[in-house]
């Protein structure tokens, strides 16, 4: 370990963070989980990861990439092993104006994206959340305030630049790697770092957002005339709405709609928009047109001791009522999570689910819970939780990797379909048969977990 460490001193040209330096403990924690790495990495250039990559193959050491840090399970962190901080490579460039092709550093964050394309009224669709990465939100799929209209982020991906596990650099795109291309629109950070992303974005304007809200009493009826209208609503309009938000009164709180017209004519904006003000008795509407850099909020890292558990199943068509019958339920009782309820559809659904390692397109819903707190409030909260979600299971058709805590079998399973995940398998026995890249929602290579 000592020769391997001094070839690291002396190849790597980045930083090099050690238990003990003035910045160990911020660099040592992902966003929302504390940890304890011998090492953080921060590469500069393509060069200095595939040095990482190789001392962290030979270490036996366990190995964390980060991208944005904002999963909840705390893969960008680990106790004893390696970090790869990839926020150095955040270089953002318009390679084909023509083409709106745009080239985006693995390290970048989503803030930075919508801010550099944004004099070019140019956007992808992404998450919500300025802080999360580029990378991690797009591996796993890319659910955001255009994914209607526009697909999910993995849908816009040209091509990406990967350090495998043996240290090599690969182009995956549909002419390149074409089987890595495939597995790396949806199976994670599995097979490699992606040092830059090559995207397609497209036009974009001003949009409608904000939100409508109803009294918590209607909560059953709002939401099942919500999921009804979203069926019909025009591919423009994206929508979550939100039931039991802890800041405004938990189960006696407003049910919130969310929107965004991806569009600035007020005309279509208010003929889309009407049939959600219809729903109920309305409460409040914000609804206004803004600049789409304006819609991403900013993420927050939770002060110490404060856990954050997030749950999240996806819903086919045929379950659409009951579902939602169960979540009103819920979502007005004593002790109810925050529950977020997010439409899909439209241009993913449109995409065959076995294009990409992304396998969920018939889903027409995504349901989350989160609940935050000390240990004792999450411990509480865990009865509550495992029977709505016990409920829940006989109507849910898969799981969404972004948004899950946990990363235990019972998930991958849900997040990979037993095709997909034999495909991604078989993709992983070619470019990372030791496993190096673990954390994650971990496809194991060449054979079914």
Known sequence: MTSALDTLRRDFGGDIIEPGAADYESAARSRLVAGSPAYVLRPKTVEDVQTAVRFAAGSGLVLSVRGGGHGFPGFGTN?????????????????????????????????????????????????????????????????????????????????????????????????????????????????????????????????????????????????????????????????????????????????????????????????????????????????????????????????????VVAHDGLVDRDSVAEALRILAETGTSAGSPSISIRSLGGAVSRVPSDATAYAHRGAELMVTTFTAGPAPVIEAARPVLDGLWGRLAPYLSGAYANFLTTADETDVTAVYPKPTYERLAMVKEQYDPSNLFARNHNVRPGRMS
Not at 142 to 156: F, M, P, S, T, Y
Not at 157 to 181: I, K, M, N, R, Y
Not at 187 to 208: C, K, Q
């Open 79 to 307: 106790d004893g092993g390696i970090v790869i901080d990839l926020g150095e490579l955040a270089d953002i460039e318009v390679v084909d104006a023509e083409r709106h092709l745009v080239r985006i550093g693995g390290g970048a964050h989503w803030g930075q994206v919508v801010d550099a394309l944004a004099p070019h009224d140019l956007a992808i669709s992404s998450g919500d959340t300025r802080s999360v990465g580029v990378g991690g939100l797009t591996l796993s799929g890319g659910i955001g305030w255009k994914v209607r209209k526009h697909g999910l982020a993995l849908d816009n991906l040209v091509a990406a630049q990967l350090v495998t596990a043996d240290g090599g650099v690969v182009t995956a795109s549909a002419d390149e790697h074409p089987d890595l291309f495939w597995a790396i629109r949806g199976g994670g950070g599995n097979f490699g770092v992606v040092t830059s992303f090559e995207f397609a974005a497209h036009r974009t304007t001003r949009v409608f957002f904000g939100k409508v809200t109803f009294p918590a009493a209607e909560a059953a009826t709002v939401l099942q005339g919500w999921a009804d209208y979203l069926r019909t609503a025009p591919e423009e309009l994206t929508s979550i709405t939100n039931v039991a938000n802890p800041f405004t009164g938990g189960p006696e709180a407003p049910v919130e709609v969310h929107v965004a017209f991806d569009g600035d004519d007020p005309d279509a904006a208010a003929a889309a928009l009407d049939p959600i003000r219809r729903l109920g008795t309305v409460l409040e509407d914000d609804v206004e047109p803004v600049a789409y850099a304006d819609v991403l909020v900013e993420g927050g890292t939770p002060p110490p001791g404060i856990h």
